[in-house]
């Protein structure tokens, strides 16, 4: 069996404001068909969004379908908010198609622009429900359009259920309103998320553990993974969130518990905090994987598997969650986790991970009037030679991660002190969204000869 495959994690999704009264919209088929890629705006699912990518032409095509028969909206924001937006307005009325190129400057009707830089494809409305496909630049074209950029979009919509009675005349949206963050230019396609035939699971959750009040907790539990005689491997997993808990589980590591095969009592409990020594054995050792807030779960490729049981001496794992209760509410009760879909069918290439850290300093801090700063750290020849082999490894997905403070990360790749094409970078980091992203292209990393100083 090879091993020079690997997956380099980091740690990268959402917020909703929505009221509507009508039934949720299920996925449109044939859009999917034409658009790789699609979510939901809005946690009710009243306000769905595809997308296609041509990077050859620098063009991204959008289709919106919404639960309305009135005008809808869809617009690029700096923030979240609408001053300085580029926003995008449509409708269906009597059979015609209407879209406008529009920016906002406010919190008020957002003014057409003089120059249209966006070209409606097709427009519809059947049984009270409105499909606009539309296609514009990756790149702004004048100075009242933003760039649709690598790294995370923040998406802000909106919908009414009356059609205007002129362009100048739209209805004031109300309630119908929010905004999400996406990975537009990395986003993951509709069906990556299927579970390949033959593949079995075991969940691993929290049992109604009691929240602590405190902002912030970190809770770690051990698993017993399944056992089995021969080695198998892990394939892919999903989150599985308590409902209701969707903004108190921020994010998840797993750990492995190597040559762990049972434990005399197990840990459930906060982290750290009287650790049995065979806990301690687990959070001290390689992440499996990790999950974090807006992230929707994970497939590998058909010919790799994160390898577990068997002689493999991973028979065990720890899960450290996350939980992030800022207003510090009493009585929060989550049984939230993993599911980990495994097979026993080898495949060709075994998955590990790369973690590249900078762990939190007391000492860092602002200076009055200073914006931000900046804090790097190398994953140097003597991590790469221990774990890496000679032939390298292949990066499958990345996830960038900060906490609250971080506003931008990057992942560079150096070889022999020349610097390569960046793996991954984030200019609009979004605390509330992180998910995996596959590069575009295929990226080879090898371990360090010599070292030598990077700039």
């Known amino acids: 069996r090879s091993s020079d495959l690997g997956i380099v994690m980091l740690s990268s999704f959402a917020l909703f404001v ?70 995008v307005t449509g409708w269906v009325s009597d059979g015609q198609g209407y879209l406008q190129d529009r920016f906002s400057m406010g919190r008020s009707l957002p003014l057409i622009d003089s120059i249209q830089n966006i070209e409606l494809i097709s427009a519809s409305e059947s049984n009270q429900v409105t499909t606009l496909e539309f296609k514009r630049n990756i790149k702004a074209c004048e100075s009242k359009d933003r760039s649709v950029v690598v790294g995370t979009t923040r998406l802000i919509w909106a919908y009414h259920s009356i059609d205007p009675d002129s362009p100048d005349s739209l209805l004031f949206h109300e309630r119908n309103m929010g905004w999400r963050s996406v990975n537009l230019l990395d986003g993951k396609e509709t069906n990556d998320l299927s579970v390949p035939t033959g593949a079995m699971h075991v969940d691993l959750t929290m049992d109604k553990t009691y929240v602590p009040s405190s902002a912030t907790t970190y809770w770690c539990k051990t698993f017993l993974l399944p056992k089995l005689e021969s080695e198998a491997q892990i394939i892919g997993y999903d989150p599985v969130i308590e409902p209701g808990n969707e903004g108190l589980v921020h994010h998840m590591t797993v750990y492995e518990c190597y040559n762990v095969t049972s434990f005399e009592t197990g840990f459930d409990g906060v982290c750290r905090a009287n650790m049995p020594q065979e806990a301690w054995r687990c959070y001290a050792t390689v992440a499996v994987l990790g999950w974090a807030v807006g992230g929707r779960g994970e497939r590998f490729p058909s010919d790799v598997g ?3 049981g068997g002689k493999t001496g991973l028979h065990s794992v720890l899960i450290e969650m996350h939980y992030d209760n800022p207003k510090t509410m009493t009585g929060l009760v989550d049984s939230s986790g993993l599911r980990l879909y495994y097979t026993t069918i080898p495949r060709k290439y075994d998955a590990t991970t790369v973690t590249v850290a900078y762990h939190s300093d007391p000492s860092l801090f602002l200076l009055r009037k200073q914006q931000a700063i900046t804090v790097s750290t190398i994953c140097p020849a003597n991590c790469t030679k221990a774990g890496i082999p000679k032939e390298g490894v292949t990066v499958l997905y990345t996830l960038l991660h900060s906490h609250i403070a971080g ?33 575009a292209k295929e990226i080879k990393i090898l371990p360090v000869k010599n070292e030598r100083k990077l700039n």
């Open 18 to 87: 929505f009221l509507h009264l009508a039934s949720s919209l299920q996925v449109d088929p044939n859009l999917s068909l034409e658009y790789p890629f699609s979510l939901s705006l809005d946690e009710k699912e009243n306000y769905w969004l595809y997308w296609n990518l041509d990077r050859n032409v620098g063009v991204i095509s959008f289709a919106v379908q919404v639960n309305t028969p009135g005008w809808v909206g869809l617009g690029i924001s700096p923030n979240g908010q609408m001053p300085n937006s580029d926003i």
């Open 306 to 308: 994160y390898p577990f």
């Open 407 to 439: 506003r931008a990360l990057t992942l560079r790749h150096f070889r022999n002190g020349k610097e390569l094409p960046e793996i991954l970078r984030n200019d609009n980091y979004d605390f509330n969204y992180q998910d995996t992203v596959a590069p």
